[in-house]
Every structure is written in structure tokens, then in C-alpha cells.
């Protein structure tokens, strides 16, 4: 495995303790920096919604709260459902993820999806869906060199109609 996807494998670790404590007091949030640091082995400063976890091999920042807004740069070609609301975004050497919650049934945006990404172009590279309320969808676009990547997962959240859906983008975006 190479140092960015154990970056980014390691980052998928942490993320959920970073959500879950970004809305903490300053007592807790010590804390739960303290636990990403040994972790992560990364110094992690804070700005509002904006929390940066430094490394040696580089930053990764990550936006929470109550609403976050798409990056600016967002590529427009890139499904999103209908009636999202952003969770997080984080930004890491040449990947985006976004991480959305939307009312759904995940069988219905997984399909939804598939047939937009192939509209808007993509050509789907993978599909997997591991039970009635989690499934996978990967595409590619691009001819030349850095092809596009977009992978999106769908996962049912427990006890609510909603569902997570995991946006992950590489290559030529910004």
C-alpha cells in the first residue's frame, strides 16, 4: 500500500472522531485532539469548522459542522442528490471527499446515480452492493492524463430515513 492510501485508510479511521467531537467544548476537544495525534501521529489545529491535521508528509484539512459548503470548486459533471446537506469535506494531495446526508432509499440513489454519472459522461469502473442499505458505485472519465476518479458510497444511516452518501474524488479537480 502506498504512503497516500495509508494516508487516506488511516484518515478514514480518525474522520468519525473528528466529527463526532468537532461540535465540542474546548476541554473535550483537547481530548480528542490529543487521541488523533496519537493516532495519526499529527499535530491537529483548529478554526471554527475548519480542523487541520498536520503531518510530515503533509496537511489534511477537514470542514464540519452543522452545514458545510461544497468547495467552490466542486466539478459540476460529479452526482449529487437531490436535497443534500453537506457534512463534511476534506481535502487531502489531489483527493476531495465529501460526505453528504440525504432522505432516500439507498437502492433508489444508487441507481439514480449510476445513470447520471453515465450521463454526464463517466464510465462506471465498479458497482457493489453489500446488503439493501450499503452499496458502492466507481467511475472514470478522461482520455488524458490525470484521469478523473469518482467513487460514491451509499450507506443507510441507522435509525432515520437518511442516507450518507461518501463522495471521493482524484485526479485533475483542482
Given at each position: 500500500?502506498?504512503?497516500?492510501?495509508?494516508r487516506v485508510?488511516?484518515?478514514?479511521?480518525?474522520?468519525?472522531?473528528?466529527?463526532?467531537?468537532?461540535?465540542c467544548q474546548k476541554v473535550g476537544q483537547t481530548a480528542a485532539d490529543a487521541a488523533i495525534a496519537r493516532a495519526t501521529g499529527a499535530n491537529v489545529d483548529r478554526d471554527g469548522e475548519l480542523v487541520t491535521l498536520r503531518t510530515a508528509e503533509g496537511d489534511v484539512a477537514i470542514r464540519t459542522g452543522d452545514s458545510v459548503a461544497l468547495p467552490e470548486d466542486f466539478p459540476q459533471d460529479v452526482y449529487?442528490?437531490?436535497?443534500?446537506?453537506?457534512?463534511?469535506?476534506?481535502?487531502?494531495?489531489?483527493v476531495s471527499m465529501v460526505s453528504l446526508t440525504v432522505p432516500g432509499e439507498v437502492s433508489a440513489l444508487l441507481a439514480?446515480?449510476?445513470?447520471?454519472?453515465?450521463?454526464?459522461?463517466?464510465?462506471?469502473?465498479?458497482?457493489?452492493?453489500?446488503?439493501?442499505?450499503?452499496?458502492?458505485?466507481?467511475?472514470?472519465?478522461?482520455?488524458?492524463?490525470?484521469?478523473r476518479s469518482a467513487?460514491?458510497?451509499?450507506?443507510?444511516?441507522?435509525?432515520?430515513?437518511?442516507?450518507?452518501?461518501?463522495?471521493?474524488?482524484q485526479g485533475g479537480f483542482h
Open positions: 500500500m502506498n504512503d497516500l492510501a495509508k485508510s488511516h484518515l478514514f479511521l480518525v474522520l468519525p472522531l473528528v466529527l463526532a467531537v468537532a461540535g449529487l442528490p437531490a436535497g443534500y446537506q453537506v457534512n463534511s469535506v476534506m481535502a487531502l494531495q489531489g439514480e446515480a449510476r445513470r447520471a454519472m453515465q450521463a454526464r459522461g463517466w464510465t462506471q469502473s465498479m458497482s457493489a452492493q453489500h446488503s439493501a442499505d450499503t452499496a458502492v458505485l466507481a467511475f472514470e472519465k478522461g482520455d488524458q492524463e490525470p484521469r467513487t460514491l458510497s451509499f450507506n443507510r444511516n441507522n435509525g432515520d430515513e437518511h442516507v450518507i452518501v461518501g463522495v471521493q474524488l
